[in-house]
């Protein structure tokens, strides 16, 4: 019994979202049972709740009843009164890992593109167009994103799960928080597979509306395994505007396709130059490449990014853009939220 308290007591720590009690008050949360081999099974109602209401309280509750030790898995059933008026998109589809309702992979055919600055100002953006975001750094052997973040030291480690970091308005971890920088990780497949699976799984990200995960470069193992062990809701594709990258780009589509992982568009990254001495634009890696190839492979085009030395600037100073770079990602985010359906 005391298991099953713990449980209850968890669940009295979630808000009902239609007043001020708890889920277990109000009866929102019902049928708990709890089995010796630690599995909780729970019916949850999601009637009155929008889409994105009904998957936030999803996920909330899994957090809730993985975080009570000796709970190995969380089994949720959800209900509507199929009497009541239906509420369009009320039945959510059950997130991939718990707690986090949409996982987005950034991801390119080659490296030098600079998908990691276009991922962490991705995720940037996302936040502050008021969602909950987390920013996983999959390039376990080129980590960036503690540089791009200004994240130093180690991450923590509480009850055998790993602490994000919290930067910038988001949570991001990244194998560069767990290993000296200033040595190479030199792992197989395999090895550097499983650990990004369980930096999914195993991280304590709690509740999130979206997790960024920013994509080893190419279209190799690695690549394959987390496309298809955590089944994201879909890929953004970032390249630059020339022929050579654009090969590789749609290596990178056609892989996603081949996993059944839906593409959401492709970034147009560097495309554009204008000079700050004289005012003079130039396009020294050509211009609409990327456009072109998404309209004839027919994905969505997201938008352009443009060379921009302020960018780089604040990358390596570990802040995300600002001024016209905000607002450039701000538009490419609006865009992704839509096509995910955040």
């Known amino acids: 019994m005391a298991l099953k308290d713990d449980v209850v007591a968890a669940l009295r720590q979630v808000a009902d979202p239609s007043g001020d009690r708890d889920i277990a008050t109000t009866g ?32 909330a509750v899994e957090v809730a009843v993985n975080r009570v030790a000796g709970v190995n898995a969380a089994r949720i059933i959800l209900t509507a009164d199929r009497g009541a ?14 707690g986090i309702r949409k996982l987005i992979a950034v991801a390119s055919g080659k490296g030098g593109v600079g998908k990691s600055t276009v991922a962490a100002n991705l995720a940037v953006a996302l936040a502050r167009a008021g969602y909950a975001v987390g920013l996983l750094d999959a390039d376990i052997y080129g980590p960036s994103v503690p540089t791009l973040m200004g994240i130093e030291g180690r991450a923590r480690l509480e009850g055998n799960r790993l602490q994000p970091a919290v930067a910038h308005g988001i949570k991001a971890l990244s194998m560069g928080m767990m290993t000296d920088p200033k040595k190479a990780i030199v792992w197989r497949g395999p090895m550097a597979s499983s650990a990004l699976v369980q930096m999914v799984e195993q991280a ?38 020339q022929d050579l990258a654009l090969i590789d780009a749609r290596r990178a589509v056609s892989m996603f396709n081949e996993v059944g992982v839906r593409v959401l568009g492709i970034i147009e990254n560097m495309s554009g130059y204008l000079c700050p001495h004289c005012g003079e634009a130039s396009d020294p890696f050509g211009h609409g490449g990327a456009e072109a190839e998404a309209t004839t492979m027919g994905v969505p085009f997201l938008g352009r990014v443009p060379l921009d ?11 995300p853009g600002t001024g016209k770079q905000a607002e450039v990602f701000a538009e490419i985010a609006r865009g992704v939220a839509v096509t995910v359906g955040l």
């Open 28 to 59: 929102r949360a019902a049928g708990l049972v709890v089995k010796d081999d630690g599995i909780v099974g729970l019916v949850l109602s999601v009637d009155g709740l929008d889409r994105v209401a009904a998957e936030r309280l999803q996920a």
């Open 85 to 98: 008026a239906p509420t369009p998109g009320a039945q959510p589809v059950a997130p991939t890992v718990a």
């Open 204 to 241: 304590d990200w709690g509740v999130l509306d979206v997790l960024v995960i920013d994509m080893p470069p190419g279209t190799g193992d690695v690549q394959l395994t987390l496309a298809q062990k955590l089944k994201p809701d879909g890929a953004v594709i970032v390249s630059t505007p």
């Open 309 to 319: 030395i302020a960018l780089r600037t604040a990358s390596d100073a570990g802040q």
